[in-house]
């Protein structure tokens, strides 16, 4: 594990990169660049990090982005951020096949809205955003809100001040806070994972249903109460040494194999 690895000059602009096994063969595996979740306000990179390892494990190079987080920056800012930290990523990895991205919570909102611009020359003007000048072979979304207004109705509050913090400078993104104005035929494949213990599940199911109704390529891996007991929102991230953890994780490994095929 390589730690605190600069993408830009600002504090929080930093990166994680892991790999496993012999050195000569690190630099030729595909490469996965993780967005952790915190509710846009919170969270680190070394939240993820026995995740980082685990997917590291499977065959992956992996990097674990930070990014400065809300108050101090907005939508826009973040989602600068994420796309440089990518950028960077990919550059270090010159001689990889394929890239993936993941994302949990806030995290898979940053990563789907990548996903709904990543080949829009418009919309990354918009964002003033350089991203590699490759395709996304496929996105894991664990506990997608899909929507920053799709939050169940105990969070509007929260959702509310979320809202206003994240448009404070850029109003015009407004309407981007609902990825469904930005979906495209270009998206890559998504993976979505979540549980019945999770505020955001129906949000994911509905999500899922919606990508399908629009031709879209997504499979899911849902743990349910009565098999695996009560989970909680991104818990195959958070305790990926589960096994229903290890068993959504391994199904999403096998989807981005399955892309990349």
Known sequence: VKREIP???KKGQTYDFIVSGGTEQAGKLPLIVNIHGGAFTGGDKACNLKYGCWLAEQGFQTALLNYRLVPKVNLKEQIRDAAAGILAAWKRCPESPCL????????SYLVNLLCCIWENPEEK???GVKLPDVPVTAAGLTGPPGSINLFPAAMVPFCRENRRMLLDGCPELDGYLDLKKLWNSR???LFLISCEGDPCYRRCLAQEAWIKRQGGRVESAYCRK????????????IRPDLECSRRVNGAMVDFFRKCAS
Do not use: M, Q
Not at 100 to 105: A, E, H, I, K, Q
Not at 226 to 237: I, P, R, T
């Open 7 to 9: 993408y830009g000059k």
């Open 100 to 107: 993936y991205l993941t994302g949990d919570s806030s995290g």
């Open 125 to 127: 003007r918009r964002f």
């Open 187 to 189: 998206v890559p494949p």
């Open 226 to 237: 009565k098999a695996d007991g009560k989970l909680f929102h991104c818990f195959n991230v």
